[in-house]
């Protein structure tokens, strides 16, 4: 990839990434209008080469109200995608383009794919990684959109989304 496009994608973004006021703040992308039954491919995707942190981490299966090993539910995603589970699950070494990525947080709700992230933890290829993941994503799901959010989960400002959009597509090109 072009160094100018890659610096051109950091100097907008910068800011879903960097945070110099607080360390601590956790955004995320969320993916909508995720088609019914999908949800499994997406959270395939995130799991290659990806690995659950910790190991045991584990979901809320909803009817039977406890925690259960992640792990030991089959159809993980379609059960969350259609509300059986609660789930939030932390992936390391997620990667994309053979570019390993900090760590994922995951929630899977009907129609949506919430990936949260720590900031001040990336770099420009680290950055860019994400975005060709959220790319890959959405190539998974046909008709879905990317929504930049804070930590509560809500729609960051309009500029932001623009921004978002606009390095998707610099990657396009």
């Given at each position: 990839m072009d160094a100018?496009?890659?610096y051109d994608v950091w100097a907008s973004l910068a800011p879903l990434f960097v945070d110099e006021?607080?360390?601590n703040q956790l955004p995320e992308v969320q993916i909508h209008g995720i088609p019914a039954g999908s949800a499994g491919a997406l959270w395939d995707?995130?799991?290659?080469g990806a690995e659950m942190s910790p190991p045991d981490a584990t979901v809320f299966l909803?009817?039977?109200?406890?925690?259960?090993?992640?792990?030991?539910?089959s159809d993980l995603a379609g059960r969350a995608e259609r509300g059986e589970v609660s789930m939030h699950v932390v992936?390391?070494?997620a990667n994309a383009g053979g570019i390993g990525l900090p760590d994922l947080g995951?929630?899977?709700?009907?129609?949506?794919?919430?990936?949260?992230?720590?900031?001040?933890?990336w770099s420009p290829s680290t950055a860019i990684a994400f975005l060709w993941l959220l790319t890959e994503l959405r190539t998974l799901a046909p008709g879905?959109?990317?929504?930049?959010?804070?930590?509560?989960?809500?729609?960051?400002?309009e500029r932001?989304?623009?921004?978002?959009t606009s390095a998707i597509a610099l990657l396009s090109l």
């Open positions: 100018d496009i890659v006021q607080d360390d995707r995130l799991l290659r909803v009817a039977d109200e406890r925690d259960v090993p992640a792990r030991d539910v992936l390391c070494n995951v929630s899977i709700h009907e129609g949506e794919l919430d990936i949260d992230y720590a900031v001040n933890v879905s959109r990317l929504v930049a959010a804070d930590e509560a989960g809500t729609a960051r400002d932001t989304q623009s921004k978002l």
